[in-house]
């Protein structure tokens, strides 16, 4: 098989789990409608059926009791008297196709979700790679020792913990960067435009990515470690040749593939992790919206009832895994491009 029918059959693969994903998200989304639905019907809605008597005559032609009559009244009332398993395709479909009609208004919301996640990553790479090589290749050195420490650690704090941090530091203590907003307003113009969008971004971004680089990190050591006890790199050391040749010319190559792999398992979390910080920041992402789709309400008596917007957060929730299978598309297709052995028989 070669390379591209590879990545072409893995794609095939990712789209088919993520529309099973898709409407098992439509199907509960239904089911969280339905329940709302239902424990919405109130002491005025059975005034109103023993005030109707056409209401009351449909209920014996059922042969329902009031209850059922009111819950299957206002569930086809609201469009979902419909089995689940027949309303879940339904709905999904609906959520694409506001998805493709609306695309101009819902791009701006994804162009800041993915600016925030593609930095992020960024950031991760950059820092993680060599502190985790390095760690890798001096065991038992400080930086070993803060990795092993800090890579268990870190697991624990969230990314919203470390953002309330950072906007103390260094956007009141030191009042050097912007803690909410995009940009500026009124917008700046030309190039002062991007730069005054990346320094929005900079709280932001190390938020995220200074919780998450001491997990690749950690990643990056293990393998590291693995290579470095490997019998072609004691050749290649008795040779002559310095550590940082090795790394460059054998090393790296050896472990980006299974690394990529782990970045791969651990996507979801750090575009997770990108929405919440999306949401304490105020950047209108895509987090925003998903935020938008709960509401809370009083109800007299009871307390504060939250409630779903279900369409908008199917839209959202959809876009979650468009992007998560575009980036695992890619990931797919450089893991074939470092290793040429995958997807090719003997």
Not at 167 to 192: A, D, H, R
Request: overall charge positive; charged content about 15%.
């Amino acid at each position: 098989m070669s390379r591209t029918l590879f990545v072409l059959k893995r794609f095939l693969e990712i789209i088919t789990i993520s529309l099973i994903v898709m409407l098992i998200l439509s199907a509960l989304i239904i089911q969280v409608s339905k329940r709302n639905v239902v424990e919405s019907i109130d002491r005025q809605a059975y005034s109103v059926f023993y005030r109707s008597p056409w209401m009351q005559e449909e209920a014996k032609r059922l042969n329902m009791t009031p209850r059922q009559y009111l819950e299957y009244y206002y569930l086809k009332k609201a469009g979902l008297s419909d089995p689940t398993y027949v309303l879940a395709p339904r709905y999904l479909k609906q959520a694409l196709e506001i998805m493709v009609r609306y695309r101009s208004n819902l791009s701006p919301y994804i162009i800041k979700t993915i600016s925030l996640l593609a930095l992020s990553w960024v950031l991760i790479l950059l820092l993680g790679v060599p502190i985790g090589l390095f760690s890798g290749l001096k065991r038992d050195s400080p930086i070993d020792h803060l990795l092993t420490f800090m890579a268990p650690f870190s697991e624990g704090i969230p990314a919203w913990w470390l953002a309330g941090i950072l906007i103390l530091l260094l956007g009141f203590k030191v009042n050097l960067l912007p803690v909410s907003g995009w940009e500026s307003l009124p917008p700046k113009e030309g190039i002062w435009r991007y730069l005054d969008i990346l320094s929005h971004l900079v709280i932001p971004v190390l938020s995220v990515a200074l919780i998450y680089v001491w997990g690749y990190a950690f990643r990056i050591r293990n393998l590291a470690i693995e290579e470095f006890d490997k019998e072609y790199v004691t050749v290649a050391r008795a040779k002559g040749f310095t550590e940082w040749w090795i790394i460059r010319k054998h090393i790296l190559k050896n472990v980006f593939p299974p690394f990529l792999t782990f970045t791969t398992y651990t996507l979801l979390d750090l575009i997770t992790g990108t929405f919440i910080i999306d949401i304490i920041f105020g950047l209108n992402g895509l987090g925003t919206l998903l935020y938008y789709s709960f509401s809370r309400r009083v109800v007299p008596n009871q307390g504060v009832a939250m409630s779903i917007h279900p369409m908008l957060f199917l839209i959202v929730s959809s876009l979650i895994v468009i992007i998560y299978v575009a980036a695992a598309v890619i990931l797919e297709a450089l893991y074939v491009y470092l290793d040429p052995r995958v997807g090719v028989r003997e």
